[in-house]
């Protein structure tokens, strides 16, 4: 491999890594993606191991994991026992799949926990510390709804659609004067 490839590979590899880790994924799991995704060919695990240099069990169980957000798909080749793996390229395939199975439910819980608060909060009379309590669950109860239609918004629309949205919306960051009116009270 010629050496600026061979560096491309590994800042992508760290990249990945690093990206996989903060999302609570484990390092292994974003470098595996980056490997599968440079691939122009299916790869087995054995290998994946091997280019990673970590064992086949941290593999085997970073593996389903992307295979469980749709982010890797399993492969066979004819005259061969071995599982092989490559990435799924669509990468708002990936978003929906992420945000659908992964995000979606724990914003669906915390949601829930938030409203059983507020739902509480109306049996507690009038005090500094209850009103405190009461305006401070509405605001986060508010925010919650508007991150829970961002993200319903998102995954229905097509990667043409949400490429427009953001565009007009950084439409209005551009005008910022306008943005105030719109989003302050």
């Known amino acids: 491999m010629e050496a600026d490839l061979i560096r491309a590979r590994e800042a992508l590899v760290g990249a990945l890594g690093r990206q996989s880790g903060f999302w609570g994924l484990g390092r292994t799991a974003g470098e595996m993606y980056a490997v599968l995704y440079l691939s122009p060919s299916p790869v087995p695990l054995e290998e994946l191991a091997r280019s990673l240099g970590v064992t086949k069990g941290n593999v085997s169980v970073a593996i389903r994991q992307l295979e469980q957000l749709g982010m890797v798909r399993r492969s066979w080749n004819t005259g061969d026992r071995r599982v092989f793996f490559e990435a799924e390229t669509d990468f708002w395939r990936i978003a929906r799949s992420v945000l659908g199975l992964r995000q979606k439910p724990e914003f669906d819980q915390s949601f829930a926990l938030v409203e059983e608060a507020a739902r509480l909060l109306e049996g507690v009379g009038p005090s500094p510390e ?43 960051g551009a005008n910022t004067e306008s943005l105030k009116e719109v989003t302050q009270p």
């Open 130 to 172: 209850g009103d405190h309590a009461k305006q401070r669950v509405e605001a986060l109860r508010e925010f919650f709804g508007l991150l829970d239609s961002l993200v319903e918004t998102a995954l229905g629309m097509t990667p043409a659609q949400l490429k427009a949205m953001v565009e007009m919306l950084r439409g209005l």
